[in-house]
């Protein structure tokens, strides 16, 4: 079993930042892909940043040039920075990991979220 375990939520005004954390555990030899997705009330999960093994990144339209996706291999751990926040970033955020978790088998596993609320 993969466990991700994402930490760093909160609340925060209009134009603050905040870091979200995932840090991967359990049985697998490798992190592929992470990425982070989020979910506002009413409105289906989307993606909002993904980071690839060799370091490629992609991002949503709505958050290219305020987050930036990283990770840390040698600690399992991936982080979104998110700056400039906006009232429309306010959503649950869900960190995803495809590993593998032998020679020939890959799974895709999700984290529980972290609520992030942007408000003055």
């Known amino acids: 079993q993969v466990q991700l375990v994402e930490s760093g939520g909160g609340l925060v005004q209009p134009g603050g930042s905040l870091m979200l954390s995932c840090a991967a555990s359990g049985s697998f030899s490798r992190i592929n892909a992470m990425g982070w997705y989020r979910q506002a009330p009413g409105k289906q999960r989307e993606l909002v940043a993904a980071?690839?093994?060799?370091?490629?990144?992609n991002y949503a339209d709505s958050v290219k040039g305020r987050f930036t996706i990283s990770r840390v291999n040698a600690k399992n751990t991936g982080y979104l920075q998110m700056d400039v926040l906006k009232p429309d970033d306010t959503a649950v955020y869900y960190c995803?990991?495809?590993?593998?978790?032998?020679?020939?088998?890959?799974?895709?596993?999700w984290g529980q979220g972290t609520q992030v609320t942007v408000s003055s």
């Open positions: 995803n990991a495809d590993v593998s978790t032998g020679p020939y088998t890959r799974g895709n596993y």
């Open positions: 980071i690839g093994s060799g370091g490629s990144t």
